[in-house]
Nanobody, 122 residues
Framework: QVQLVESGGGLVQAGGSLRLSCAAS????????MGWFRQAPGKEREFVAA????????YYADSVKDRFTISRDNAKNTVYLQMNSLKPEDTAVYYC???????????????WGQGTQVTVSS
């Protein structure tokens, strides 16, 4: 089991930037593929981005491609989500998750953080 703690959320104007961090702890924290998901009120949790255990391969939802960047620092057991050119429709609670493989469904991830709120004003 991996413990995850997100930080970095907040309120930002449209066009602005935020960087989310996800600190992982646990015996296998640096070897898990990691994903970011988000959930807006009244909507299902959706895939945002994922990275393999080495950080070499990254994957993005079409809605955030070319605006968001996922990365990881295994020496710090931390995964990041750099979010640029934010839009009001990016408003959601953002969650990081650890899985056994890179997957796009939240059901495939075994450990979750508590989430961090991102609000983008127009």
């Amino acid at each position: 089991q991996v413990q995850l703690v997100e930080s970095g959320g907040g309120l930002v104007q449209a066009g602005g930037s935020l960087r989310l961090s996800c600190a992982a702890s646990g015996r296998t924290a640096s070897t898990n593929p990691m994903g970011w998901f988000r959930q807006a009120p009244g909507k299902e949790r959706e895939f945002v981005a994922a990275v393999d255990w080495s950080g070499t391969n990254t994957y993005y939802a079409d809605s955030v491609k070319d605006r968001f960047t996922i990365s990881r620092d295994n020496a710090k057991n931390t995964v990041y989500l750099q979010m640029n050119s934010l839009k009001p429709e990016d408003t959601a609670v953002y969650y990081c998750a650890a899985g056994f493989a890179v997957r796009f469904s939240p059901n495939e991830y075994h450990s979750w953080g508590q989430g961090t709120q991102v609000t983008v004003s127009s």
